[in-house]
């Protein structure tokens, strides 16, 4: 079992722009409130549609499945909704950002990254989360929804707690992730 200590951080105002690839990936997320009030997986169909765009149509479905036992399960250990963006927009949130941080570092649990992460979305235990993050990044990993972790001081400097600088994370040929700046 993998335990998180908590710490608090005092975010700046950091804007993310995720690129097109990942919004249907992130939507999944966005859904969730939806969800809850009408269960009508309908409402998964346009995520799901977004990320065919970018990989097979099963990869998109099994990410869509996937992503959404993932945050049934991240909002109920942390017991209240996250904070999202509208549905089908490339901005992200601090929630957002750290929710990718989290699935994308998580290759290595003992990541400082994903342990940050996990701390500031208030995520006490990485145990159900390595599982459900790690078949969403294997089925990404079919596409071109690849995104490589964030280097430490990168993720501190969003979360507004490190040096203050640009920062620009490079697309890999192929390969497509988010770029944010601070």
């Not at 950091?14 to 969730?32: E, Q, Y």
């Not at 972790?149 to 992730?177: C, H, I, N, Q, W």
Request: glycine share 8%; hydrophobic share 45%.
């Amino acid at each position: 079992m993998v335990e998180v200590s908590l710490h608090s951080a005092t975010p700046g105002s950091v804007a993310f722009l995720f690129h097109p690839s990942m919004v249907g990936g992130i939507d999944v997320f966005r859904s969730l409130s939806s969800l809850e009030d009408q269960y009508d997986l309908a409402l998964l169909d346009g995520p799901e549609q977004g990320l065919a765009s970018y990989t097979q149509a099963e990869a998109a479905k099994g990410i869509v499945s996937d992503a959404l036992l993932l945050a049934f399960a991240l909002t109920r250990q942390r017991g209240r909704p996250f904070s999202h963006r509208p549905l089908g927009s490339r901005h992200g949130s601090m929630d957002e950002y750290c929710l990718l941080a989290l699935m994308s570092s998580l290759h290595n649990t003992a990541s400082d990254v994903a342990l940050e992460a996990a701390a500031y979305l208030d995520i006490a235990s990485l145990d159900v989360v390595v599982t459900l993050a790690g078949e969403i990044v294997r089925q990404m990993d079919i596409g071109t929804l690849v995104f490589g972790p964030p280097s430490l001081p990168d993720f501190r400097a969003m979360m507004g707690y490190g040096p203050s600088e640009a920062v620009l994370v490079e697309a890999t040929l192929g390969k497509a992730e988010f770029n944010f700046r601070n």
